[in-house]
């Protein structure tokens, strides 16, 4: 037999590792950023839904009393809501809502609400 020193096997082998070990990390790559978009995902979706909630609980104040207390606060599972109600204006009633998550974010918005339709009629996202 005859002792053949050039070799094929290690090469070969050590392409295909490091192929592996491209594809496998990209894949990781992958699997963590779609982790993290799935996370603020839920997080925009559980913000929106506390300020969706709080407005039509100041709607329904609004129906019937005619006038919102100056502020409050709507607490929730993982957040609350603060709210102050500027002076209505004509027929226009500016509130500003501040959204504090437990887990550490803090969104403003503003919105304004037509007295005499006793709706929201604009949303404004401040930050």
Same mark, same amino acid.
């Given at each position: ?9 290690? #090469? ?26 799935v @996370?603020?995902?839920?997080v ?7 300020? @969706?909630?709080?407005?039509?609980? +100041?709607? +329904? ?7 919102? #207390? $100056? ?9 609350e $809501?603060?709210?102050?109600?500027? $002076? #209505? +204006?004509?027929?226009?009633?500016s509130i ?8 550490g974010?803090?969104? $403003?918005a ?18």
């Amino acid at each position: 037999m005859r002792r053949n020193e050039k070799g094929f096997t290690y #090469p070969l082998t050590l392409v295909m590792l490091l192929l592996f070990l491209l594809v496998f990390s990209f894949k990781v790559e992958q699997l963590l950023t779609e982790r993290k978009l799935v @996370h603020e995902t839920a997080v925009i979706l559980q913000e929106e839904y506390y300020f @969706h909630t709080s407005v039509k609980k +100041i709607e +329904i104040a609004l129906q019937s009393a005619d006038a919102v #207390p $100056v502020q409050g606060m709507f607490s929730y599972q993982y957040g609350e $809501v603060t709210y102050q109600a500027a $002076v #209505p +204006i004509k027929s226009l009633q500016s509130i500003l809502f501040t959204l504090r998550m437990k887990s550490g974010e803090t969104v $403003v918005a503003r919105g304004f609400f037509d007295t005499n339709l006793k709706r929201l009629i604009k949303w404004v996202e401040l930050n």
